[in-house]
């Protein structure tokens, strides 16, 4: 069952559970969303940042609990659309796949590989066929206001480069981990696919704010990655990801429009008629400016 909720924020963070007690950031409050797809991870935090609402929601639910894999991606997506996300921040670790991204560095991503195999990765089916446009997955204008608070709060950060999404739970082998590098990637992680395709599904725009916790297992001079190592560069380097993202809320406010907004323009292929009752239900957040609800624009012709 679905749970219709009222916009409250149009600014949305997925990431720790820690993000919300950041500074600024005052009247917290639980949301809790029931979506077609089932439970997100948790609660979404609703809060404001420095006076502009946002909606948080901790990836891997408060305590971590929920493995990469098992991830409810399509109801976290549903969720924040449903309270009225546009914007929507990824902050996540990564291992480095470049020697100069050095452990502790940001790096504000542009490109996506996806190398998962078990994951429900679209809303397009069960009544309705859509294909969105993924040539560019991260928004250009989200993307400029992670840079620019990087380089307001001064942390290390990188320009580009290309995350490749592997399955896991494990890690890499260091096979992959070299093979990954062959790809021209510059970091690997678990989570933000198909995050990415599902937020450019919805309308969403999407970009990430990745921080490198180690050297995955390539690096000759380096100890291959454990949970130990990740927990305590991610602990050393939390207050810088909470001050950028708190400028980064603040700089939404001069962002222009996000084309990720019109992404489903000319995406959907079933003709309209014969989208089902039951699609359009479950859809009805993702849907309703490219499909809107029939029966309100009778009852609006009746008027």
């Known amino acids: 069952m679905a749970t219709a909720v009222t916009q409250q924020a149009t600014i949305g963070v997925i990431g720790g559970s820690g993000l919300y007690a950041m500074e600024g950031v005052t009247d917290v409050r639980e ?3 029931e979506t077609p797809f089932g439970a997100p991870s948790d609660a979404v935090m609703l809060g404001d940042v420095d006076g502009v609402p946002v909606a948080f929601l901790p990836r891997h639910g408060r305590g971590h609990r929920v493995a990469p894999h098992e991830i409810n991606y399509r109801a976290n997506i549903w969720a924040l659309k449903s309270l009225g996300v546009k914007w929507l921040f990824s902050v996540s670790a990564v291992g480095s796949l470049r020697e100069e991204v050095i452990p502790g560095h940001f790096v504000v991503v542009d490109q996506f590989i996806d190398r998962t195999r078990n994951r429900a990765s679209t809303f397009m089916e069960d009544g309705i066929v859509g294909h969105v446009s993924m040539a560019d997955p991260v928004c250009a204008s989200l993307r400029n206001v992670l840079l620019g608070a990087c380089r307001e709060v001064g942390v290390t950060h990188h320009d580009g480069g290309a995350y490749v999404c592997i399955e896991g739970p494990a890690f890499s082998t260091r096979a992959e981990s070299h093979v990954f590098r062959g790809f021209g990637a510059n970091v690997v992680g678990m989570t933000n696919l198909p995050e990415a395709r599902l937020a450019r599904e919805a309308e ?6 990745a921080m490198a916790t180690d050297y995955d297992c390539w690096h000759p001079d380096h100890d291959h990655v454990t949970a130990d190592a990740v927990v305590a560069v991610i602990h050393a380097n939390v ?13 939404v406010a001069t962002a222009v429009d996000s084309s990720a907004w019109k992404a489903l323009d000319h995406a959907i292929m079933t003709a309209p008629n014969m989208i089902t009752p039951e699609a359009r239900v479950r859809l009805a957040p993702i849907l309703a400016r490219v499909l809107p609800d029939p029966e309100a624009k009778t009852a609006e012709n009746h008027a």
């Open 204 to 209: 969403i725009a999407y970009a990430t704010l």
């Open 31 to 33: 949301v809790i969303v």
């Open 239 to 251: 207050g810088n990801a909470q001050r950028v993202l708190r400028r980064a809320v603040a700089g």
